[in-house]
């Protein structure tokens, strides 16, 4: 956890309104969490901080791309990337971040770590099915995709036709429902 010490944000000093802080995150920021899900990231993060007397919100932005495999072919390729989230701090008694959009912290603090929650709002910003833009429109070529093709299962003319034919009984009971 190394790597997030620079997503401290010391709020103390600061005079009350609105303050901006710029951040890049790349593939060791998710590897300080244990996430390796990604093969590269590179995202730019603004976190915008609205001081207020008794309590603070943030506002952050993300957009960049990071590098994953698809769940197809798995071929890499570049994911884009695009969050917000907003965040409410509030002072208490003691320390709760069980609410997704609102920290507590204990009277006294003088700093706020965002690494969390920006951690949680860039892994949940990349869609739960990963497909490579190149499969979706069919400009991909991977030997995978070929084998796929071979092995997909073959439609007879029969099972189309016994679809076509219906059972007699049940057209006698369609019948009965027009005729009302």
């Known amino acids: 956890m190394k790597q997030t010490k620079a997503f401290y944000i010391p709020f103390a000093g600061l ?3 609105k303050h901006t802080f710029e951040y890049n ?3 060791k920021f998710f590897e300080s969490f244990g996430y390796q899900e990604f093969n590269d990231a590179d995202i730019a993060i603004t976190a915008e901080l609205n001081k207020m007397n008794t309590m603070m919100e943030f506002q952050f932005d993300a957009k960049g791309t990071v590098n994953v495999n698809c769940d197809v ?3 890499p390729f570049n994911q884009q990337i695009d969050a917000t989230m907003h965040l409410v701090v509030k002072f208490g008694e003691e320390f709760n ?3 997704d959009e609102i920290l507590i912290l204990p ?3 003088h700093q706020v770590n965002i690494a969390q929650y920006l951690y949680e ?3 949940l910003a ?3 099915k990963r497909v490579h833009p190149g499969v979706e429109d069919g400009t991909l070529d991977s030997p995978m995709l070929d084998k796929l093709e071979e092995l997909q299962p073959k ?3 029969n099972t189309i036709k016994k679809e076509d034919n219906t059972d007699p009984r049940w057209d006698g009971l369609k019948k009965l429902l027009t005729d009302k």
């Open 15 to 17: 005079k009350l309104g």
């Open 97 to 99: 971040d069980e609410d």
């Open 73 to 75: 072919t798995n071929e």
């Open 121 to 123: 709002m860039l892994v």
């Open 155 to 157: 439609i007879e003319e």
């Open 25 to 27: 995150v790349d593939n």
């Open 126 to 128: 990349v869609p739960q």
């Open 107 to 109: 009277h006294g603090e």
